[in-house]
């Protein structure tokens, strides 16, 4: 059975959020993966699962590993759903840094 992910619930777990660090400058087996985490590598191997599914991780064969890395165009997707909120709370902090530099404390 193969559901249909979001991309959003997926990152929500820092689990899944850390496995993409990981292979956010490299390409790295499920096993190399798991060494990195104190957890069972069914664990891993179902974390990776999720990612690959929503498609923020694939896959290549090399002889007889497969290799995980990050699907850059996905992120990117996700990073400009991102984008105008991080910008709309950049200009609320911007706003708010002016008027309290403006601020003169009662003496």
Sequence with gaps: M????????????P??????????????TAGAIAANFNTARPTVSRHLQI???????????????IYYYINAKKMKEVSDFIEPF???????????????KNYQPKK
């Design 51 to 65: 990612l690959t599914e929503c498609e923020l991780l694939e896959q290549e064969q090399s002889g007889r590993e």
């Design 15 to 28: 689990t899944r959020r850390a496995i993409l660090l990981l292979v956010a400058s490299q390409s790295l």
């Design 86 to 100: 991080r910008q709309m709370w950049d200009e609320r902090f911007n706003k708010l840094e002016a008027i309290m």
């Design 2 to 13: 193969n559901l249909r992910r979001d991309v959003f619930q997926a990152i929500a777990d």
